[in-house]
C-alpha cells in the first residue's frame, strides 16, 4: 500500500498459492475516508456459492431493483444500495441464456425458466419496462429485442421464451458470450441514436439498465466479452456519477471450467455488493434466483406470493377466539381485514378475538364493522332460515401490518394496483378489469382451506352459473324448500371443486370470509 490511509492512497491485493481473487486487485482510499469498490476476497477456484447466500446478497441489489423514487427512507440502509426510478425513468432487463452444446437440454430449460421467472416478477412493479432475450453459443439468436414494440409487453416476452427451441443452435461448441453482449450495445446504442433523431437527446439518460448473463462455462470465441462490456459502458457514459445506470449480473453454473475470474471481468462491480456468482448446477440457479426475485425485502406489492412455491398466500388471515379458529381472512393493507360478517354473531367481545398473519406473527383486533344490510334472518319469512346476502366484516387490527414482506396485502379489483397486476393498459376501466378476470364460464380460482392448503375451484359463470346455484337448494340443506333466487342474489358467486373431484364443495366450518382468489398467472 501506497501513501498510507490518506484520500487517493492505493491498496493491491493478492491472494495465496492456489486461490482466486474475486473483487479488484487495487483499491484507492476515497474522499469519505472508504475504500472504493467491493471488498477482495480469496478462494478456491472449484468451490461454488450457495443457493441461499446468492439469494441474501440479491436481496440488497437485484430484488430490490425496482422501487419507485420517494418509497425509500432514507434512514434505513439494511438493504444496501438500491436503483431508484423517478417517474421519468424505465429500466431495460437483458437476459443471455448460454445455449452451447456442453449446457445440455435439461439444462438449458432450467435456464429458460428461470428466465420466465425474472420477466414475471420484474414485470410485477409499476415502473416502464422493456426486455431483450438472447441465446449464445458459437453464434447469437435474438428472440426479442428491447427496440421492438413487444417488449414490454412480459407476457409476449414471456410466450416467445416459452417457446425457445434449444436446437436453434443445432448443439455448437462455442461460447461466444462476447457476441451476445455484443447484441446488448447495438440495442442500447439504437436507442441513444432513435432519441436524438426523434429530437430528444438526453431520454436516453433517464434509461437504467440491468444485463443477467447466465452460463455453464467460460468464453472460447468472438474475443473477451470485456471488449463487449467497455462498449456499453462508454455508450451509456458510465461513470462514477452514473454507475447505477448499468448493472451486470454473470451467473456460471455447473462444470469446473466456470472461471470466476473471467465473470468478475463482466460483472459490475459495487461497493458491499456482489455481481458474479458460481453455482454447482442449474437447478441451484433457479433456487437462487426464486429466493432472491421472491425476497421479502421488496416494497408494497400487492398480489405477488412471497416466498414462492408457498402455499399459504401472503395475505391469508386466521381469526381466532382463544386457540380455536374462527374463521378466515384476508389482508386489505394497512390495519384491515376483509371477512364474513357472520363471524361475530357469537356475542364476543374484540379482545377475546386475535389474528394471525402469515409468517405465524399474531396481531390483537381493536374492532369490527359489518355491513349494514347484513341480516342473517332477514328471509326465515321465506323459508330461508339463514341468509348471507352482504355477508361481510371490515376487521381492525391493533396496527398496521402488510407493507413488505409477509403478510403482504391482496389485490383488489377496480384499483391502479390490480390494474398493474393485471399488466392492463393505464387507465383501463372497472368493467375491463372485470372481463379480464372472470370473462369465462369456467374461471380458475383458489383458496385456503381449514388445513391450510391452497385448493383449485372453478367459478361458475355465464351459462353455468344457473345450474351451480342450484345446489344451493339440495334435499338435506336448511333451506332445501325454499326458492333459489331467495336464497342466492346477484352477489353470490358460484364456486365448487370439478365432480370426481375429493371435495365438492368449498365451504367448511373455519373457513368462512377466507379469499377465494383469482390466480391470474402460475409461473411462480
Known amino acids: 500500500m501506497s501513501g498510507g490511509r490518506h484520500h487517493g492512497a ?73 436503483i431508484v426510478l423517478s417517474r421519468n425513468e424505465s429500466l431495460h432487463v437483458y437476459v443471455l441464456l448460454d445455449a452451447s452444446g456442453s449446457v445440455q437440454q435439461e439444462n438449458f430449460e432450467l435456464f429458460r425458466q428461470s428466465a420466465v421467472a425474472i420477466v414475471d416478477r420484474l414485470s410485477s412493479f409499476e415502473v416502464p419496462l422493456r426486455f431483450a432475450i438472447v441465446s449464445f453459443a458459437t453464434h447469437t439468436h435474438v428472440i426479442i429485442s428491447t427496440i421492438e414494440d413487444d417488449a414490454s409487453d412480459a407476457d409476449e416476452v414471456i410466450a416467445r421464451l416459452e417457446a425457445m427451441n434449444f436446437d436453434v443452435h443445432r448443439n455448437a461448441t462455442g461460447t461466444n458470450m462476447h457476441g451476445a453482449l455484443l447484441e446488448v450495445y447495438h440495442m442500447i446504442l439504437f436507442q441513444k441514436e432513435r432519441s436524438m433523431r426523434d429530437g430528444q437527446p438526453n431520454v436516453w439518460r433517464n434509461t437504467r439498465h440491468v444485463v443477467i448473463l447466465l452460463t455453464d462455462g467460460r468464453f472460447n470465441v468472438g474475443g473477451h466479452p470485456r471488449d463487449a462490456v467497455a462498449k456499453i459502458e462508454d455508450v451509456l457514459e458510465i461513470r462514477e456519477d452514473r454507475e447505477e445506470y448499468l448493472d451486470i449480473y454473470a451467473f456460471g453454473v455447473g462444470t469446473l471450467e466456470v472461471d470466476m475470474a473471467e465473470l468478475e471481468a463482466v460483472a459490475s462491480h459495487r461497493r458491499d455488493e456482489r455481481h458474479a ?102 328471509r326465515a319469512a321465506r323459508g330461508v332460515p339463514e341468509f348471507y346476502d352482504y355477508d361481510v366484516a371490515l376487521v381492525e387490527l391493533e396496527k398496521e401490518v402488510g407493507d413488505t414482506g409477509a403478510p403482504r396485502r391482496i389485490c383488489i379489483p377496480c384499483t391502479e394496483d390490480a390494474n398493474r397486476a393485471l399488466r392492463m393498459a393505464p387507465g383501463t376501466t372497472c368493467q375491463k378489469q372485470e372481463v379480464e378476470l372472470l370473462g369465462h364460464t369456467r374461471v380458475p380460482a383458489e383458496f385456503v382451506s381449514l388445513e391450510g392448503k391452497r385448493l383449485s375451484v372453478r367459478i361458475k359463470e355465464q351459462e353455468e352459473r344457473a345450474s351451480c346455484l342450484g345446489g344451493a337448494v339440495q334435499p338435506g340443506m336448511p333451506h332445501a324448500n325454499a326458492s333459489v333466487k331467495d336464497v342466492v342474489t346477484e352477489r353470490f358467486l358460484c364456486s365448487g371443486q370439478e365432480s370426481g373431484s375429493e371435495r365438492e364443495d368449498a365451504a367448511c366450518k373455519g373457513e368462512s370470509g377466507g379469499s377465494l382468489f383469482v390466480d391470474r398467472r402460475h409461473r411462480f
Open 277 to 378: 456468482f458460481k453455482l454447482a448446477d442449474a437447478s441451484a440457479l433457479r433456487q437462487a434466483l426464486e429466493g432472491a426475485l421472491a425476497a421479502t425485502a421488496i416494497g408494497d406489492l400487492c398480489g405477488v406470493i412471497i416466498p414462492a412455491g408457498t402455499v399459504r398466500p401472503p395475505w391469508h388471515v386466521v381469526l381466532r377466539t382463544g386457540v380455536q379458529q374462527r374463521c378466515a381472512g384476508t389482508l386489505l393493507g394497512g390495519r384491515w381485514v376483509l371477512t364474513a360478517a357472520h363471524c361475530f354473531l357469537g356475542g364476543e367481545s374484540p379482545h377475546d378475538w386475535s389474528a394471525e398473519l402469515a409468517g405465524g406473527q399474531e396481531v390483537s383486533i381493536r374492532g369490527w364493522k359489518l355491513h349494514e344490510d347484513f341480516d342473517i334472518r332477514g
Open 10 to 82: 492505493e491498496v493491491r491485493v493478492h491472494c495465496g498459492a492456489g486461490l482466486q481473487l474475486l473483487g479488484p486487485p487495487r483499491r484507492y482510499c476515497m474522499e469519505t475516508g472508504r475504500w472504493s469498490g467491493p471488498e477482495p476476497t480469496c478462494r478456491h477456484p472449484y468451490a461454488f456459492d450457495l443457493p441461499e447466500d446468492i439469494s441474501s446478497g440479491l436481496g440488497s441489489s437485484f430484488a430490490s431493483i425496482l422501487e419507485l423514487a420517494g418509497a425509500r427512507n432514507d434512514s434505513d440502509m439494511s438493504l444496501g444500495r438500491r
